[in-house]
């Protein structure tokens, strides 16, 4: 993601529209069940959001953890039951945007402080009274917030994917009405369009179903049994892989006339198909992982995806787990873009 400059003229931009609720349960049921909305975030008894646009959430708050933070919502000096948010990629942003607010003619309501559910946040109001929040919110919904507003139009728009998606462990992605997965669906035909020697076009994608996908984990931990793992690494993989979101198999088959060289140019067509395939999932709000393991190995593996022995010259690319992204992990690159190109024109 780029360097966020701060300017000292405040930017127009509302992040987070949020309703104080007495009934959480109730006003999902109403936004949810009743309105058709998706929630990108549920958290019983305490909080709903809701994705209006890539920039803007509805967040639906416990009354009672409202009044905590912002103040009472009844009584002669009570505030409205909503907030509007302003939301900064950083923490030293808050305090210099609630400065820039008293000067403008507002006022401080609440200094900025550390937040129980993470973030650093603090309130100011206008001058006709409306409290307005401004946050800085480390979670995943407040990262893709700042990555959205941020992010260029056009063709930079694309170098900001490539360069924002991380691979999430199985274990922490997450299922959910917020997860569309007719998405991944739409993502095989981006997959399809990844650059291929001679139109091979050679590979194939599976998507399991939750008893085939359980029956793979199992697999995979008889396979790992087999070959003398321990029993608590066994386990950990089976469930992982068992109660991951959604999984699809990626196979690269190639052509029995085919020689070495082709062979490894329809491997390579098949990662690009599979890079393409991620980073459609990634603008669209789906974290993956990349995977490859043995479990190819076990003699019920390919009749799992429907053939009756394993088929001539195909092997498997990938295993894509996706979900949700319970967190965003940290950027891990340990060359530089000057350490891995050698530059003749220079």
């Not at 009044?67 to 505030?79: A, F, I, K, N, R």
């Not at 948010?85 to 609440?110: I, Y």
């Not at 995943?140 to 728009?157: K, Q």
């Amino acid at each position: 993601m780029k360097a966020w400059a701060y300017n000292p003229v405040v930017e127009a931009r509302l992040n987070f529209i949020t309703l104080a609720v007495r009934d959480l349960s109730a006003a999902r049921t109403f936004y949810v069940d009743g309105l058709g909305w998706q929630p990108a975030l549920w958290v019983p008894n305490e909080v709903l959001f809701i994705r209006l646009s890539p920039t803007l959430c509805l967040s639906l708050w416990n009354a009672a953890e409202f009044e905590t933070e912002v103040g009472p919502l009844s009584g002669p000096d009570g505030l409205a039951p909503f907030a509007l948010a302003h939301n900064v990629p950083h923490e030293a942003e808050v305090d210099a945007v609630l400065a820039d607010a008293v000067r403008a003619g507002g006022t401080l309501f609440k200094s900025a402080v550390k937040r129980e559910w993470g973030g650093y946040s603090g309130y100011f109001r206008d001058t006709e009274g409306f409290v307005w929040e401004v946050a800085h919110n480390p979670g995943p919904i407040g990262v893709e917030l700042m990555a959205a507003t941020a992010a260029p139009a056009g063709g930079e728009a694309a170098v900001e994917v490539i360069r924002s998606r991380r691979s999430v462990a199985q274990g922490r992605l997450l299922a959910g009405p917020g997860l569309d997965h007719a998405e991944v669906v739409r993502a095989v035909e981006s997959a399809r369009w990844a650059p291929n020697h001679k139109r091979t076009e050679p590979w194939r994608f599976y998507r399991l179903d939750g008893a085939r996908q359980r029956r793979l984990a199992d697999l995979w931990a008889e396979q790992l049994e087999r070959t003398g793992s321990k029993p608590e690494r066994v386990e950990a993989k089976r469930t992982q892989w068992a109660s991951a979101p959604g999984v699809v198999v990626v196979t690269c088959t190639s052509s029995a006339t085919a020689d070495e060289k082709t062979r490894l140019e329809d491997y390579a067509a098949t990662a690009c198909a599979v890079q393409n395939f991620c980073l459609h999932l990634w603008a669209k709000g789906i974290a993956t992982k990349w995977s490859t393991a043995a479990v190819e190995e076990h003699e019920e593996f390919w009749r799992l995806l429907g053939h009756d022995h394993e088929p001539a010259d195909t092997r498997v690319v990938a295993f894509v787990f996706y979900g949700l992204a319970a967190e965003l992990p940290k950027a891990h690159r340990r060359l530089a873009a000057q350490d891995v190109l050698v530059d003749y024109r220079a």
